[in-house]
C-alpha cells in the first residue's frame, strides 16, 4: 500500500492560491491519486483525482509530474469557507487505500 | 448528496456492553466501508463488503464485527465495547472498485466508551 506524506497544516489568507504537495514515492503503476476535503463533524468529501499530468475540475486542479511520485492539490482564490483537512490518496482500489492524518488548511480573513 | 444514513449519530455506552451502528444507503451502491478516524490518525478503515453477506477485514479489524444480509445496510458491532474504540465511525459507499472509485461518506457516528 502506497503510503503518503503531508505537511500537518498551512496557513492562507481569503484569495490567495493555496497549493498542498502530497509525496508517495512508493506509487504503484495502476495507482490513481485521489484528494479529499474534510469539515469537522462531517464526512471526507471527493475533490478531484488523476493518474498523470494535470487535472482540473470547477473546484481544484490537480498536478502530477511524470514520475508521479508526488502530486499538488492547488485550490484557486481560497475564502474562509476553505478551511478544512485535505487527503491524499493513492491506491488502486478504495479499500487498498490509506487515508494519512491530511493537511489542516486554515484560511484567515 | 450521497444518500447515507448512519444511525446513531452519537451514543456513549459502558465498557463491556455490546454495540451495533448502522449504515443504511439509498443509492444501490454495491460496496460499502466501515472507517474510524481518531486525532492523528484519520480514517483508517474496519472492514468493507463487496455484495450481500460478502465482507472482508480492513487495517484495524480487531474487536468488530459485520454484517450485510441487505444491499442498502451495513451493521457494524463491536460484541463488548472497550474504551479504545471511542472514536468517530464513517462508513461510506461506492459504485465500483475501478480505479476511478469515488467514496461517498456518511455524517459519522461518535462513540464514547466509558
Known amino acids: 500500500l502506497a503510503k503518503t506524506t503531508q505537511p500537518i497544516s498551512m496557513d492562507s489568507y481569503e484569495g490567495q492560491e493555496v497549493n498542498i504537495t502530497c509525496s508517495h514515492n512508493?506509487?504503484?503503476?495502476?495507482?490513481?491519486i485521489t484528494w479529499y476535503q474534510q469539515f469537522p463533524s462531517q464526512g471526507p468529501r471527493f475533490i478531484i483525482q488523476?493518474?498523470?499530468t494535470k487535472v482540473t475540475n470547477e473546484v481544484a486542479s490537480l498536478f502530477i509530474p511524470a514520475d508521479r511520485k508526488s502530486s499538488t492539490l492547488s485550490l484557486p482564490r481560497v475564502s474562509l469557507s476553505d478551511t478544512a483537512v485535505y487527503y491524499c490518496?493513492?491506491?488502486?482500489?478504495?479499500?487498498?487505500?490509506?487515508f494519512g492524518a491530511g493537511t489542516r488548511l486554515f484560511v484567515k480573513a | 448528496d450521497a444518500g447515507i444514513t448512519q444511525s446513531p449519530r452519537h451514543k456513549v455506552t459502558e465498557t463491556g456492553t455490546p454495540v451495533t451502528l448502522r449504515c443504511h444507503q439509498t443509492?444501490?451502491?454495491?460496496?460499502m466501508y466501515w472507517y474510524r478516524q481518531d486525532p492523528g490518525h484519520g480514517l483508517r478503515l474496519i472492514h468493507y463488503?463487496?455484495?450481500?453477506?460478502?465482507?472482508d477485514k480492513g487495517e484495524v479489524s480487531d474487536g468488530y464485527s459485520v454484517s450485510r444480509s441487505k444491499t442498502e445496510d451495513f451493521l457494524l458491532t463491536l460484541e463488548s465495547a472497550t474504551s479504545s474504540q471511542t472514536s468517530v465511525y464513517f462508513c461510506a459507499i461506492s459504485e465500483t472498485t475501478a480505479n476511478t472509485g469515488e467514496l461517498f461518506f456518511g455524517e459519522g457516528s461518535r462513540l464514547t466508551v466509558l
Open positions: 463488503s463487496y455484495g450481500v453477506k460478502d465482507t
Open positions: 512508493n506509487i504503484a503503476t495502476n495507482d490513481y
Open positions: 490518496l493513492v491506491g488502486d482500489l478504495p479499500f487498498k487505500t490509506i
Open positions: 488523476g493518474y498523470k
Open positions: 443509492e444501490n451502491h454495491r460496496y
